[in-house]
């Protein structure tokens, strides 16, 4: 497995924006396909969005399309959510999943490698 740590989590108003970061460390980056999902109190555990080992194919929740943006840097072993147009639902603690050997998948139970989270809080 890969050890993940996510950063970048914080208070900002509705509106604004928020870049997530999760460093991977432990195995060979470029052959995991990373994800971002997220978890409200009471709520379950929601895929926001993925990006494959293979083609960099870019993969959204429907909640956070044409607002969040997923990308990788192979060279940090890093992979970043940028997070536009921020919605007071939007509020969650965000995780960084890691797994290898699929495109994506929006179960969290299919992947193995997790971050610890990071609070995101949107303010009204």
């Known amino acids: 497995q890969v050890q993940l740590v996510e950063s970048g989590g914080g208070l900002v108003q509705a509106g604004g924006s928020l870049r997530l970061s999760c460093a991977a460390s432990?195995?060979?980056?470029?052959?995991?396909?990373m994800g971002w999902f997220r978890q409200a109190p009471g709520m379950e555990r929601e895929f926001v969005a993925a990006?494959?080992?293979?083609?960099?194919?870019?993969y959204y929740g429907d909640s956070v399309k044409g607002r969040f943006t997923i990308s990788r840097d192979n060279a940090k072993d890093t992979v970043y959510l940028q997070m536009d147009s921020l919605k007071v639902e939007d509020t969650a603690v965000y995780y960084c999943?890691?797994?290898?050997?699929?495109?994506?998948?929006?179960?969290?139970?299919?992947?193995?490698?997790w971050g610890q989270g990071t609070q995101v809080t949107v303010s009204s």
């Open positions: 990006i494959s080992w293979s083609s960099g194919s870019t």
């Open positions: 999943a890691a797994e290898a050997g699929f495109s994506y998948s929006s179960r969290p139970r299919q992947w193995r490698s």
């Open positions: 432990g195995r060979t980056f470029s052959s995991y396909s």
